[in-house]
């Protein structure tokens, strides 16, 4: 029988220590899905303000660290036998070899390349994934103070826009489900007006820029111009109200909303026929606006078009189509001769009628759902709020991409923007009612503690920046509308 020499020993000794190792290695995958598995239901169970989508992601390549680690730390025992191996074959030639600092120089190369590789793709993903998450995150070193000044009561159903007067007296308007438009006292909060000349829901109110006129969108397929003639009645002393952080909140089920007759409508004056009626659309008319001057108002309907009429003659001047699906909103430049129009079908169009023989239309495409809303504001910025749960606001002169993206938990509904101290407030469908600025940092979130602020959806914001008492207006679903002081910090505004 054949003498094995030394060295052949050696040589077999060390392949089936490797093939050891080798189904160690097999055994350490085959259990990998399940301490996956272990270590995520453990993450479950603690509180974490991460998406799951985001911890998910995290958890893989966190477990992919663990993974590559785990084999280089396999093989590097596996260097260590072969060096202890070969150290006794050269032994009897006194020859050794460093083997701490072989295997060391081997496992910092490998760990080195590795680690590199699975830092660049963690960065790359944890990029991609935070810049998902909620811009709101950003925090400021002092609070907005956001009071309750006063309620508005007396619709019958829930509100759908409100918008203040821009002629002196300075009254507010309300556009109501239960077909009424309302003219409010700012002060007092008594009813001055009631229009009733539609008979479907009315879904906006503008006021004319110079007159006492009023311009409603209704469900009746029209629009209607309606003038008023108000006198303020003499102001009351207003009960105070406790001023609120825009963080503190309690909960309130359905059953706390006022009452629809709480303050009455029925003893105000009534307007029943408009002077005015626009009629040349074939669906809902969601919103109506008056181009800059005046002489002309502009429609959006759930027939996928936008009209634009001339108001002393009410004949259409054009009808603006291209959108796919139903419009949702419309709104004009306060200076210049451009429209801009938001629709379900995720865009949002500019129209532009400063030159009166091209009619240019820009389409801007940055949202993943219904447009509800979009608004000019200073400059040439229009911003934008979507069902998908963002607000972007754009430079009309790069529409390729956002410059700022407010991101949030619920549904935005229509948007307002405060000019002179550029914030723009965001009334949602989970009744919250948010104030950012224009490069995305929040400012303030309105109360809902102490029984105050909305109790169901809140549909639609107004700012007026000149009135001394209510600074903003807010109004939903749950028949009332808001009067609201927002007194924001020089500090704030700087930032």
């Known amino acids: 029988m054949?003498?094995?020499?030394?060295?052949?020993?050696?040589?077999?000794?060390?392949?089936?220590?490797?093939?050891?190792?080798?189904?160690?290695?097999r055994r350490t995958n085959s259990s990998e899905q399940e301490r996956a598995g272990l270590q995520r239901d453990m993450l479950e169970g603690q509180d974490s303000k991460l998406p799951s989508s985001v911890r998910n992601t995290l958890l893989e390549l966190f477990g992919q660290i663990e993974r590559e680690f785990e084999n280089l730390y396999i093989e590097n025992l596996e260097l260590r036998r072969e060096i202890e191996t070969l150290n006794e074959r050269l032994a009897a030639e006194g020859q050794?070899?460093?083997?701490?600092?072989?295997?060391?120089?081997?496992?910092?190369?490998?760990?080195?390349?590795?680690?590199?590789?699975?830092?660049?793709?963690?960065?790359?993903?944890?990029k991609a994934s935070t810049s998902k998450i909620v811009s709101s995150f950003k925090t400021t070193t002092s609070r907005a103070i956001c009071q309750l000044v006063k309620e508005y009561l007396g619709h019958r159903d829930g509100i759908w826009d409100v918008s203040v007067a821009k002629t002196q007296p300075v009254v507010l308007g309300t556009a109501s489900a239960d077909h009424t438009a309302l003219l409010w006292s700012i002060e007092t909060g008594k009813c001055l007006v009631k229009y009733v000349g539609h008979v479907g829901s009315v879904n906006s109110i503008k006021f004319h820029p110079t007159?006492?006129?009023?311009?409603?969108?209704?469900?009746?397929?029209?629009?209607?111009?309606?003038?008023?003639?108000?006198?303020?009645p003499t102001p009351q002393p207003t009960a105070d109200c406790n001023q609120m952080s825009g963080e503190d909140e309690i909960e309130f089920s359905d059953k706390d909303e006022p009452d629809g007759d709480g303050d009455g409508s029925s003893d105000c004056p009534t307007v029943?026929?408009?002077?005015?009626?626009?009629?040349?659309?074939?669906?809902?008319?969601?919103a109506a606006d008056w181009l800059v001057g005046g002489k002309q108002a502009v429609t959006a309907s759930w027939d996928r078009t936008a009209n634009l009429y001339d108001v002393e003659t009410s004949e259409l001047v054009h009808s603006l189509t291209g959108h796919d699906q139903e419009l949702t909103h419309c709104c004009t430049h306060p200076t210049q001769r451009l429209v801009v129009t938001s629709s379900r079908d995720t865009t949002f169009r500019l129209w532009d009628f400063r030159d009166p023989s091209i009619h240019s239309v820009n389409v801007f495409q940055g949202h993943t759902d219904t447009v509800t809303s979009a608004v000019f504001t200073v400059g040439d910025n229009v911003v934008s709020g979507s069902d998908d749960r963002t607000v972007k606001v754009?430079?009309?002169?790069?529409?390729?991409?956002?410059?700022?993206?407010?991101?949030?938990?619920?549904?935005?509904?229509?948007?307002?923007?405060?000019?002179?101290?550029?914030?723009?407030a965001l009334p949602h469908d989970n009744r919250q009612?948010?104030?950012?600025?224009?490069?995305?940092?929040?400012?303030?979130?309105?109360?809902?503690?102490?029984?105050?602020?909305?109790?169901?959806?809140?549909?639609?914001?107004?700012?007026?920046?000149?009135?001394?008492?209510?600074?903003l207006f807010t109004c939903g679903f749950d028949r009332q509308a808001i009067g609201w002081n927002i007194n924001i910090p020089a500090l704030l505004q700087e930032k």
């Open 2 to 25: 054949p003498i094995e020499s030394g060295s052949c020993a050696a040589a077999r000794q060390a392949k089936q220590k490797r093939k050891s190792h080798s189904l160690s290695i």
């Open 96 to 126: 050794t070899i460093d083997g701490a600092e072989l295997s060391k120089g081997q496992l910092k190369t490998k760990a080195s390349h590795s680690t590199s590789q699975l830092s660049q793709k963690l960065k790359t993903t944890y």
């Open 211 to 232: 007159e006492q006129v009023a311009l409603t969108a209704s469900g009746d397929q029209t629009a209607h111009i309606w003038r008023y003639i108000v006198q303020l």
């Open 272 to 286: 029943r026929v408009p002077l005015t009626s626009l009629k040349s659309h074939q669906g809902v008319v969601i």
């Open 394 to 424: 754009w430079d009309l002169k790069n529409m390729r991409s956002p410059i700022a993206t407010i991101r949030t938990d619920s549904a935005v509904n229509r948007i307002n923007v405060c000019v002179g101290q550029r914030i723009i």
């Open 433 to 471: 009612v948010r104030l950012f600025d224009m490069s995305g940092v929040r400012l303030a979130r309105l109360p809902r503690s102490n029984r105050q602020g909305h109790r169901r959806m809140v549909c639609c914001s107004a700012w007026s920046e000149d009135h001394p008492i209510c600074n």
